[in-house]
């Protein structure tokens, strides 16, 4: 972590591991200098391999290194107001207040919560390749990184169906 940390010139995290099973890697903080590194115990069980886990590593810090929680807060503070505004207008109509104003509005406010929606997924995907991208950067070889995403992805759906058989 320090070694990729230190590629990226961002403040080394703090490192959190945590007990579940779910294969799960995030950093948590809006700026660099209080980030934290959260890996889950499914994480390390899932990864086989030093180059792999450094390549998950240096996936969640180019997301710090690229302000992306910050970028992604910012970009959801319209949705955000979008959807207060459609519920209050659907409850101001609702307790009887002017139809020919709140209609319009809970329109208006429904399709700009929409149409922030789409955006905002569209530009966490393209945070997602450039996290990618500058992971492999740091890392070398991509198969490293293709790897441990398959070995995350399948931890997680393994997780999944015996969190689904357990509860049934």
Do not use: Y
Request: zero cysteines; glycine letters at 6%; aromatic letters at 4%.
């Amino acid at each position: 972590m320090t070694k990729v940390a230190t590629q990226l010139n961002i403040p080394v995290p703090t490192l959190a591991l945590s007990d579940r099973d779910t294969p799960e890697a995030v950093a948590v903080g809006l700026r660099p200098q209080t980030v934290h590194l959260v890996l889950s115990q499914g994480t390390l069980d899932s990864l086989a391999t030093a180059e792999e886990l450094e390549s998950v590593i240096a996936h969640e810090l180019a997301h710090v290194k690229n302000w992306d929680a910050m970028v992604m807060a910012i970009a959801s503070v319209p949705v955000v107001l979008a959807d207060g505004l459609r519920s209050q207008a659907i409850d101001f109509s609702k307790s009887g207040g002017w139809i020919i104003i709140t209609v319009p509005l809970a329109i208006l406010s429904t399709g700009v919560w929409f149409v922030g929606n789409v955006i905002i997924a569209g530009l966490a995907r393209v945070r997602e390749q450039v996290a990618d991208r500058s992971a492999v950067e740091i890392t070398g070889p991509p198969a490293a990184l293709a790897t441990a995403l398959e070995r995350l992805d399948q931890g997680a759906v393994v997780n999944r169906h015996t969190d689904l058989d357990f509860a049934s």
